[in-house]
């Protein structure tokens, strides 16, 4: 019987780890991380990775010697244990081992969270001692409510002392969408977030970006896109796929209420930023119209007839 | 989809059976429990994942107080949260009137129940007509066929139901909980409108809908759903206008046949004035046809009738003068100006609450956020001036004279350039902000 | 001390039911928290239902279960309501953690173990131990009584973050539309509604409503009524446990000779001593924000929701983030410390073979105490805390990985070479460690704060809390209700009914668990109520669903459990003074141990854990057992008898 119970711990452990291993080799099954669409990406999966062959190891050796030792030692063995109490140079070895891998992640983990969030920081609310961060492309104030995300977009080159009052006070100019966030690829992005009711966060899978809203804050944060997924086509007028037709989802992470799993938003990473300010200046003209004009949609995406 | 793993989960029933039979001889106890499992499990899993209504789910009857009047108070805050329906019993002390669909005779519910269902079909299975020959190109013009109905339906269960409710009541499980209160469409009634005040038709046009459902109304808790593809926005809308059209035929045939004293020829002679009706037709199998007929006239009548803006006449310089001008139509009660201030007061910021037709309470806009629930759009603009919010207080502005549409332009001018005291001009920003500037708002989101 | 202050119980109140004895308090906490497990695992369920199906008409349950009609209602066609779905998941959590996981180890085996292990009569305060099982009934009546208010119990997760939690409306402004009609009412006469004036209840209770969401209205008051009665109970048990455990030990007992779970007890006792009122403060607060409108939690500029405006504020919503983690991360080491320590023992028992690393398994368990203190911002790595901040707590919180590894190694040293006895018991002590190590293993991701950004709020986070609280504290309840039944009742549970429900318990509760690792690689948000409207997430809905059909029957396999605990309550075999050939001291006493515990007050002459000692009767020495006549007894100072 004895044999069956460390089976059994064996196959559920396996089972496990079988699961993971499946989700990582088939990601044709949807199963694994996203793409990975920002320069922050690929460091944060990087980590990920690197915590996740640390963990199988110990994952392997810690299972590993308990079906082994179930396996081996059932109380109908022959003879009683051996009354060991301890043994202090094993206590010093495997509290050293762990220590060093804890260490390494630590290390690896440190300069990844400077630059995922303490640009942003920096942009707005500079650190003393530290390097100025690289004036922004784009400027895009979020604010989030229940149950929708507005973005305003600074429409022209804003300085970056004059970045907190444009927050406050906007210009008529500002083009305002629901649910929309466009970039460029390579574009220096700072997002302010703010929210008018509870916290929400403004959660973007494939850019591995997340942040909370705050009421009475404004946060900043800060992203350049390293993939595109459409253009804007200034003849048809309309937005085609890009370098990939990935549909791209903003969510919301922070419960908001009953319809919090409806925050829904879409990204569009633009190739350059001549197809993203054709489209801006699209979206203002619909946004300005002055005559008889259907309200019509800039994201449904056409596919791009050249592309098979 | 690629995860062939687990479909298998889902499409072979349980192991049910043969393990059912085993248990069958087992004691009652047993038997019991391993069906509430097996029911609890073939239900959910070997049943497809349904995204409408169930077959067997109809539409209820209207149970809930019907607004006859609402009070012409202001009073001084909104009922709490959750207490919209309370709030609305207790209108006729306020002065308003409500009618009790519970006073409705219960041979009439049901003959009534019956009637809509026969047009308007079930959740699951919407139509408009009872057969579509009757309505014929009224009802395909209009896309409310039963395929795009259909869709509409399973939309709306996934997307709108928990606010706008089953009938479209608002009265979702969200629905109570957000003020301004979701859309009840059961009377036929839209603020947001486009149409040519002309004929007097209150009567949205597809678009209308599209454009709130695209930009949703900001303001309210109405979301945006602009991400959505323009297919389902359609079916949407054409789903909602199903809802709408059945709502107001019961909401019509309630409202008369509840009033003291009132019959079923009540019904002809105030809706049906041009129809030769004889004695005997007097019922309502007769009427409810009829009537559906004359609203869906309405509605293609509608799409027609929109109210075009007058072209934009200013330069770019000319702006400023506009603005001034704009904001002295906005704020004189000269005879020759609007005098909006004495609603919008202080701009919209002191704005005093007032009943809707609904029995909701909503307070003419506060101008200096920038928020417009119809749409920020100038064109936008246009129809809330041109056209007034019906439902609510907000009347269509009248502008008499050669100059009427570069006063509505001037006025557009100044309401969109109000939220930005930093572009107004001078003696313009004083009167609105005061000499010290913009009072930072915690309502103000941009 | 006073544990010999009060007499043995006269009549059937006072001997079971208003009852001074830690026994009898054990048990009732054992019984309530029965209740609330089973409450909570229906919630559960409801949860898994909806996000297995999340588009499915319940119709067929409605049939069986018509009574939940209010909350799946027919008119919106048979389905979970977005509102309902939200009070489920917050309730779940709620009840699991506050009212079964804390009262089951901290309450029933805490109260039941601790004088029996130390050997002291009863606990040094056997009134104040009363009271704080009797203070848990006016929290359990606003628990439950939640569901019956307007909007709904509680759905503004367990963590209650505001606004969405602590917003009211501002009550200053005069109740709605009421004054306009007292104007009018004044003037004229009243027609109808005579009795339509709402009452003082009434008003207090729309005072209530939250325009933020239906079910953070009163419903959410009566949570943090049930909160903060919660927490005064668990104040006066740690109290209670912590003097007991430092006055009324017996002679002999050191601090270094006393089991594992009183020591795991004790830490948790300090835990919640130091932590406990930081938590019971958060709750007044809100409850001040939620019913006379102070404004702790408002910023200062106020709030809008639609046309409801909050006033101006002047509190920071960030500040319940901190004083709520302050105490709930620790909680998480109040919900596994207890079950670390009695693992342990049960283990140790199982395996014939002295535990391996005593001092080192207890300093690494005050170790996680302390860590446990400022680890807590690890929560909100996301939450618009300043960054560098961060970087802080990812140091403390990786370092507390540390204490949690050398537990794991030494566990393992101690099955190495053991004779393993497999019971029950043992089996779901040894799942601990097992599942313990994925649960710990997970962890570290959410340490390192840019993956957190990522995993941060998705169903990693699921997976890794119900590895620990799941997987590991409920693994060990088990194997502590296995092992020490027989001292409770006087009778054991079946063997192979224990061993059918661990099997399938086991399998299910992996296949419920982990593929929500997966779901949370995926990026996939907790606390969504229909996650197929993300094109990104529909790939991953077929796992949901499995996750469901898992957590269904492993819901049924529950049953089990309880048949096997009732039935052997009444029926199973009697079982003798030591059915398990263990050395601690509750062993010593008789199966049920009567009033006053033990027939002599035992002197302790060893630590607890003397096995495999070759040339002793059963390879064993009790703690009070003395070998070797010559040795001196050692009575330390300050241990009174």
Same mark, same amino acid.
């Given at each position: 019987m004895h044999r069956f119970w460390s089976l059994l711990f064996a196959a559920v452990n396996l089972a496990?780890?079988?699961?993971?291993?499946?989700?990582?080799?088939?990601?044709? @099954?949807?199963?694994?991380? #996203?793409? %990975?669409? +920002?320069?922050? &990406? =690929?460091?944060? /999966?990087?980590?990920?990775?690197?915590?996740?062959?640390?963990?199988?190891?110990?994952?392997?050796?810690?299972?590993?010697?308990?079906?082994?030792?179930?396996?081996?030692?059932?109380?109908?063995?022959?003879?009683?244990?051996?009354?060991?109490?301890?043994?202090?140079?094993?206590?010093?070895?495997?509290?050293?081992?762990?220590?060093?891998?804890?260490?390494?992640?630590?290390?690896?983990?440190?300069?990844?969270?400077?630059?995922?969030?303490?640009?942003? @920081?920096?942009?707005?609310? #500079?650190? %003393?001692? +530290?390097?100025? &961060? =690289?004036?922004? /492309?784009?400027?895009?104030?979020?604010?989030?409510?229940?149950?929708?995300?507005?973005?305003?977009?600074?429409?022209?080159?804003?300085?970056?002392?004059?970045?907190?009052?444009?927050?406050?006070?906007?210009?008529?100019?500002?083009?305002?969408?629901?649910?929309?966030?466009?970039?460029?690829?390579?574009?220096?992005?700072?997002?302010?977030?703010?929210?008018?009711?509870?916290?929400?966060?403004?959660?973007?899978?494939?850019?591995?970006?997340?942040?909370?809203?705050?009421?009475?804050?404004?946060?900043?944060?800060?992203?350049? &896109?390293?993939?595109?997924?459409?253009?804007?086509?200034?003849?048809?007028?309309?937005?085609?796929t890009g370098e990939n037709d990935q549909t791209w989802e903003i969510a919301c992470a922070e419960l908001c209420g009953g319809n919090h799993y409806r925050m829904r938003g879409k990204l569009f990473v633009h190739p350059d930023r001549k197809s993203y300010e054709a489209w801006l200046k699209h979206a203002q003209s619909q946004s300005r119209s002055r005559t008889l004009s259907a309200s019509s949609s800039s994201s449904s995406i056409l596919k791009d007839a050249s592309k098979p | 989809m690629p995860n062939t793993l687990f479909r298998t989960v889902k499409q072979t029933p349980l192991p049910g059976r043969t393990t059912a039979l085993l248990f069958a001889r087992g004691a009652d106890l047993s038997r019991h429990a391993f069906w509430a499992v097996s029911l609890i499990l073939l239900g959910t899993c070997s049943c497809a994942d349904r995204e409408g209504y169930p077959d067997d789910l109809a539409y209820p009857v209207r149970a809930d107080l019907l607004v006859e009047e609402s009070p012409k108070l202001t009073p001084n805050n909104l009922p709490p949260p959750g207490g919209l329906e309370k709030s609305i019993s207790r209108l006729p002390e306020l002065g308003g009137k409500v009618l009790d669909p519970a006073r409705f005779p219960e041979a009439n519910r049901t003959e009534l129940a019956k009637l809509l269902e026969e047009q308007f079909g079930t959740p699951a299975q919407p139509r408009v007509g009872a057969s579509n020959a009757e309505l014929g190109d009224l009802v395909t013009k209009l896309k409310l066929d039963p395929t795009t109905l259909i869709q509409g339906s399973v939309s709306y269960r996934r997307n709108c139901l928990h606010c706008h409710g089953l009938a479209g009541d608002g009265k979702g499980s969200s629905g109570l909980w957000v003020s301004p209160a979701p859309r009840d469409f059961r009377q036929g009634r839209f603020k947001f409108i486009s149409t040519s005040p002309a004929k007097n038709l209150n009567r949205p046009r597809r678009e209308d809908i599209i454009r709130t459902l695209r930009m949703g109304l900001h303001g309210t808790s109405m979301p945006a759903f602009g991400i959505y593809p323009d297919q389902e926005l359609e079916a949407l809308a054409s789903y909602v206008i199903h809802l709408s059209i059945r709502g107001e035929m019961e909401f019509t045939v309630l409202k008369t046949l509840l009033k003291a004293n009132s019959q079923i020829a009540n019904l002809f002679e105030n809706y049906l004035p041009d129809e030769e009706v004889s004695k005997a037709q007097e019922n309502l199998a007769y009427f409810v046809p009829k009537y559906l007929k004359e609203i869906v006239t309405q509605f293609n009548t509608a799409e027609t009738q929109i109210l075009t803006p007058p072209e934009y006449p200013y330069k770019e310089s000319e702006l400023e003068d506009s603005i001034k001008r704009g904001h002295r139509l906005f704020s004189s009660q000269a005879s020759d100006a609007l005098g909006c201030v004495s609603c919008h007061i202080d701009y919209g910021r002191q704005s005093p609450w007032q009943y809707d037709e609904w029995g909701s309470l909503n307070r003419p806009a506060n101008l200096t956020l920038g928020i417009y629930k119809g749409g920020r759009r100038p064109v936008d603009l246009f129809w809330r001036l041109k056209r007034g919010i019906p439902p609510s207080k907000m009347p269509a502005v009248t502008l008499t004279g050669d100059e009427e549409a570069k006063k509505v332009w001037d006025l557009i001018n100044f309401i969109e350039a109000m939220p930005y005291p930093a572009k107004l001009p001078e003696e313009v920003r004083n009167s609105v902000y005061g000499p010290t500037g913009r009072i930072a708002s915690a309502a103000n989101p941009h | 001390?006073?544990?010999?202050?009060?007499?043995?119980?006269?009549?059937?109140?006072?001997?079971?039911?208003?009852?001074?004895?830690?026994?009898?308090?054990?048990?009732?906490?054992?019984?309530?928290?029965?209740?609330?497990?089973?409450?909570?695992?229906?919630?559960?369920?409801?949860?898994?239902?909806?996000?297995?199906?999340?588009?499915?008409?319940?119709?067929?349950?409605?049939?069986?279960?018509?009574?939940?009609?209010?909350?799946?209602?027919?008119?919106?066609?048979?389905?979970?309501?977005?509102?309902?779905?939200?009070?489920?998941?917050?309730?779940?959590?709620?009840v699991m953690i506050f009212f079964v996981v804390v009262p089951w180890l901290g309450g029933a085996f805490g109260n039941y173990l601790i004088p029996l292990m130390?050997?002291?009569?009863?606990?040094?305060?056997?009134?104040?131990?009363?009271?704080?099982?009797?203070?848990?009934?006016?929290?359990?009546?606003?628990?439950?009584?939640?569901?019956?208010?307007?909007?709904?119990?509680?759905?503004?997760?367990?963590?209650?973050?505001?606004?969405?939690?602590?917003?009211?409306?501002?009550?200053?402004?005069?109740?709605?539309?009421?004054?306009?009609?007292?104007?009018?009412?004044?003037?004229?006469?009243?027609?109808?509604?005579?009795?339509?004036?709402?009452?003082?209840?009434?008003?207090?209770?729309?005072?209530?409503?939250?325009?933020?969401?239906?079910?953070?209205?009163?419903?959410?008051?009566?949570?943090?009524?049930?909160?903060?009665?919660?927490?005064?109970?668990?104040?006066?048990?740690?109290?209670?446990?912590?003097?007991?455990?430092?006055?009324?030990?017996?002679?002999?007992?050191?601090?270094?000779?006393?089991?594992?779970?009183?020591?795991?007890?004790?830490?948790?006792?300090?835990?919640?001593?130091?932590?406990?009122?930081?938590?019971?403060?958060?709750?007044?607060?809100?409850?001040?924000?939620?019913?006379?409108?102070?404004?702790?939690?408002?910023?200062?500029?106020?709030?809008?929701?639609?046309?409801?405006?909050?006033?101006?504020?002047?509190?920071?919503?960030?500040?319940?983030?901190?004083?709520?983690?302050?105490?709930?991360?620790?909680?998480?080491?109040?919900?596994?410390?207890?079950?670390?320590?009695?693992?342990?023992?049960?283990?140790?028992?199982?395996?014939?073979?002295?535990?391996?690393?005593?001092?080192?398994?207890?300093?690494?368990?005050?170790?996680?105490?302390?860590?446990?203190?400022?680890?807590?911002?690890?929560?909100?790595?996301?939450?618009?805390?300043?960054?560098?901040?961060?970087?802080?707590?990812?140091?403390?919180?990786?370092?507390?990985?540390?204490?949690?590894?050398?537990?794991?190694?030494?566990?393992?040293?101690?099955?190495?070479?053991?004779?393993?006895?497999?019971?029950?018991?043992?089996?779901?002590?040894?799942?601990?460690?097992?599942?313990?190590?994925?649960?710990?293993?997970?962890?570290?991701?959410?340490?390192?704060?840019?993956?957190?950004?990522?995993?941060?709020?998705?169903?990693?986070?699921?997976?890794?809390?119900?590895?620990?609280?799941?997987?590991s504290s409920m693994f060990g309840i088990y194997a502590g209700i296995y092992f020490w039944f027989p001292k409770m009742f006087g009778r054991t549970m079946n063997e192979p009914l224990g061993k059918i429900h661990f099997v399938l318990t086991f399998l299910l509760a992996n296949g419920t668990f982990f593929p929500m690792h997966i779901l949370g690689i995926r990026g996939h948000p907790r606390r969504y109520y229909d996650p197929t409207i993300f094109d990104w997430l529909s790939p991953v809905q077929p796992l949901n669903q499995f996750i469901s059909i898992c957590a269904i029957l492993m819901g049924f396999v529950q049953v089990i459990f309880l048949v096997n605990l009732f039935y052997s309550l009444f029926f199973g075999p009697k079982a003798g003074r030591n059915p398990w050939e263990s050395n601690s001291l509750e062993w010593e006493a008789p199966s049920p141990p009567p009033h006053g515990n033990f027939e002599n007050t035992p002197i302790v002459l060893r630590g607890p854990y003397e096995y495999g000692v070759a040339d002793a009767p059963g390879g064993r020495i009790s703690q009070t057992g003395n070998v070797q006549p010559e040795a001196p007894v050692l009575i330390p100072k300050g241990t009174h008898a």
């Open positions: 496990c780890l079988g699961m993971l291993l499946v989700a990582y080799a088939r990601p044709e @099954l949807g199963w694994w991380l #996203p793409e %990975a669409a +920002s320069t922050q &990406a =690929p460091k944060i /999966d990087a980590l990920f990775y690197l915590i996740s062959a640390l963990c199988a190891l110990f994952f392997v050796i810690t299972q590993g010697i308990l079906v082994a030792a179930i396996w081996k030692f059932p109380s109908t063995k022959t003879g009683e244990a051996k009354p060991i109490h301890g043994n202090t140079g094993l206590e010093i070895g495997w509290t050293l081992a762990p220590l060093a891998g804890l260490l390494v992640i630590t290390g690896a983990s440190l300069p990844v969270w400077k630059s995922a969030k303490y640009q942003g @920081l920096q942009a707005t609310f #500079p650190i %003393a001692n +530290s390097d100025p &961060a =690289p004036a922004a /492309d784009q400027v895009i104030l979020v604010t989030a409510r229940q149950w929708d995300w507005h973005l305003r977009y600074a429409t022209s080159p804003l300085q970056p002392e004059g970045v907190r009052e444009w927050a406050e006070d906007g210009t008529p100019a500002d083009l305002i969408v629901a649910d929309e966030l466009h970039v460029w690829k390579g574009a220096q992005v700072t997002l302010l977030l703010r929210t008018t009711d509870v916290i929400h966060s403004f959660f973007i899978p494939v850019l591995r970006l997340k942040q909370d809203t705050l009421p009475g804050k404004t946060i900043p944060l800060r992203f350049e &896109a390293t993939v595109s997924n459409v253009r804007f086509d200034p003849a048809q007028r309309r937005l085609v | - | 001390m006073s544990q010999e202050s009060h007499p043995a119980p006269g009549n059937f109140l006072t001997k079971y039911v208003f009852s001074l004895d830690h026994k009898v308090i054990g048990i009732q906490f054992l019984f309530s928290g029965l209740i609330f497990w089973i409450l909570g695992g229906l919630l559960a369920l409801g949860v898994r239902l909806q996000l297995g199906w999340p588009n499915q008409a319940l119709t067929e349950l409605l049939k069986w279960f018509p009574f939940l009609e209010p909350y799946i209602p027919t008119n919106w066609g048979s389905r979970i309501s977005p509102e309902f779905y939200t009070m489920l998941f917050t309730m779940h959590a709620t130390i050997g002291a009569k009863d606990m040094a305060f056997p009134k104040l131990n009363m009271l704080s099982y009797w203070i848990l009934w006016p929290s359990f009546f606003f628990l439950v009584a939640g569901f019956f208010v307007d909007g709904g119990a509680a759905g503004s997760g367990w963590t209650a973050y505001p606004t969405l939690a602590s917003v009211s409306q501002n009550p200053e402004i005069p109740d709605p539309g009421l004054d306009a009609a007292a104007k009018l009412s004044a003037s004229q006469e009243k027609t109808s509604h005579p009795d339509s004036e709402p009452g003082l209840w009434e008003k207090i209770k729309n005072r209530w409503n939250s325009p933020a969401a239906s079910q953070s209205g009163q419903g959410q008051v009566y949570w943090l009524l049930a909160l903060i009665f919660s927490g005064v109970s668990s104040m006066m048990g740690s109290i209670n446990y912590i003097t007991t455990i430092l006055n009324c030990r017996a002679p002999g007992m050191t601090l270094l000779r006393m089991p594992l779970t009183v020591w795991g007890l004790f830490i948790t006792a300090v835990l919640q001593a130091l932590a406990l009122p930081v938590l019971t403060v958060a709750l007044f607060m809100q409850f001040l924000d939620r019913t006379v409108g102070t404004v702790f939690f408002l910023p200062p500029a106020g709030l809008s929701f639609g046309n409801w405006q909050t006033g101006t504020g002047g509190g920071q919503p960030l500040l319940w983030q901190h004083l709520f983690w302050f105490y709930s991360h620790p909680a998480v080491y109040i919900m596994i410390l207890p079950a670390m320590g009695m693992v342990s023992d049960v283990l140790v028992a199982s395996c014939r073979k002295p535990l391996f690393g005593y001092k080192p398994m207890v300093f690494s368990m005050i170790g996680i105490a302390g860590l446990g203190f400022i680890v807590w911002g690890h929560h909100m790595f996301q939450s618009g805390m300043d960054p560098r901040l961060g970087t802080g707590f990812m140091v403390a919180t990786i370092l507390i990985a540390l204490p949690s590894a050398v537990k794991t190694f030494n566990w393992l040293a101690t099955v190495w070479g053991s004779r393993l006895r497999f019971t029950a018991a043992s089996l779901n002590a040894l799942a601990f460690i097992s599942m313990f190590v994925i649960g710990g293993l997970s962890g570290i991701y959410m340490a390192s704060t840019p993956v957190d950004i990522y995993i941060h709020d998705t169903y990693l986070i699921v997976a890794h809390i119900h590895y620990v609280l799941f997987l």
